[in-house]
Nanobody, 119 residues
């Protein structure tokens, strides 16, 4: 099992910044990739950013150049630095971990942290 706990959400004005953290514990050695998803009211959940164990990153188009995903392997913590925030970034942000054990993939989720951007 892998446990994920997010923190760092809050209320910020448009143009401001926030840094989200996701602390992983448990069987973290099985993790092959981690990512941040978000779900805005009335919208589908979307993948915002991800990073693999080899350091490859992914960003959805709407956050490129504004968000940076990183991981501190020593602390087993995933980060999402969000800058130049927009009201459209308002959502519940979830941390995800992809775990590989032999031939089976497992997916773990945190409980989410709310980000609200006021105009």
């Amino acid at each position: 099992q892998v446990q994920l706990v997010e923190s760092g959400g809050g209320l910020v004005q448009a143009g401001g910044s926030l840094r989200l953290s996701c602390a992983a514990s448990g069987d973290t050695k099985c993790i092959t990739a981690m990512g941040w998803y978000r779900r805005a009211p009335g919208k589908e959940r979307e993948l915002v950013a991800a990073i693999t164990d080899s350091g490859n990153t992914y960003y959805t188009d709407s956050v490129k150049g504004r968000f940076t995903v990183s991981i501190d392997n020593a602390k087993n913590t995933l980060y999402l630095q969000m800058s130049r925030l927009k009201p459209d970034d308002t959502a519940l942000y979830y941390c995800n971990a992809d775990c590989q054990r032999t031939a089976t993939a497992y997916y773990y989720w945190g409980q989410g942290t709310q980000v609200t951007v006021s105009s």
